[in-house]
């Protein structure tokens, strides 16, 4: 596709239930990551994946909370027993890979998101 | 710990001024510093990326500066327009991207 896509664009679950996000990056690019944005935290970091390693997993808040990348493409963000503070919106963002096996630094381009609300 | 800070946090101005967002952060070892813009309820749209050896960057009305040593960026729209009326995030690189709270712009008719 011609952007980053993520599914469902909103999900509304009850406390204590298991979600998953989608995230299909643009065309070519090995680098992914994940972001969420929430009224009191801003824009945080969660992880990141080159390929399907994930070499920085520092942002992810709790052992509820995986992800994983198959295929070099698709990836999947689950969060288990949901609690209502991980309502938020979770952003997806793909770039190209880095030179020579480096991290990759180049231009982020981001997803429209998925709203989660966790009654 | 890097910290990226933006002011304002909000601003007004009437159509047609010329006006400067002002991003800073504490650790000068960035890759690059990244503008966004953010419309309500959607993703972030990319505006235009700094490399840490650059100084500038021009996209149209836009015009980014970076000052690493100094920790500073600074976003430039001229001649300001009701459609430019968002919220602009600054983010720097330093393997993953740390942003700023943002400043929500919006610009009267």
């Known amino acids: 596709g011609a952007g980053v896509s993520q599914s469902p664009s909103n999900k509304v679950t009850e406390k204590g239930k298991d979600v998953e996000l989608r995230c299909d990056p643009i065309s070519g690019h090995t680098a992914l990551y994940w972001y969420r944005q929430s009224l009191g935290q801003g824009l945080e970091f969660l992880i990141y994946f080159q390929g399907n390693s994930a070499p920085d997993k520092s942002g992810l808040p709790s052992d509820r909370f995986s992800a994983e990348r198959t295929g070099g493409s698709v990836s999947t963000l689950t969060i288990q027993r949901t609690q209502q503070e991980d309502s938020a919106v979770y952003l997806c963002?793909?770039?190209?890979?880095?030179?020579?096996?480096?991290?990759?630094?180049?231009?982020?381009?981001f997803g429209p998101g998925t709203r989660l609300t966790v009654l | 710990k890097q910290e990226v800070t933006q002011i304002p946090a909000a601003l007004s101005v009437p159509e047609g001024e010329n006006l400067v967002l002002n991003c800073s952060f504490t650790d000068s070892a960035i890759y690059n510093l990244q503008w966004f813009r953010q419309d309500p309820g959607k993703g972030l749209t990319s505006l235009l990326l700094i490399q840490s050896s650059q100084r500038e960057q021009t996209s149209g009305r836009l015009n980014a500066s970076l000052d690493k040593s100094s920790g500073r960026s600074t976003l430039y729209i001229a001649a300001s327009q009701p459609g430019d009326s968002a919220t602009y995030l600054c983010a720097v690189h330093t393997g993953k991207l740390i942003f700023g709270q943002g400043t929500t712009l919006q610009v009267k008719p």
């Open positions: 963002a793909s770039s190209l890979a880095g030179t020579s096996g480096r991290p990759s630094y180049n231009e982020q381009f």
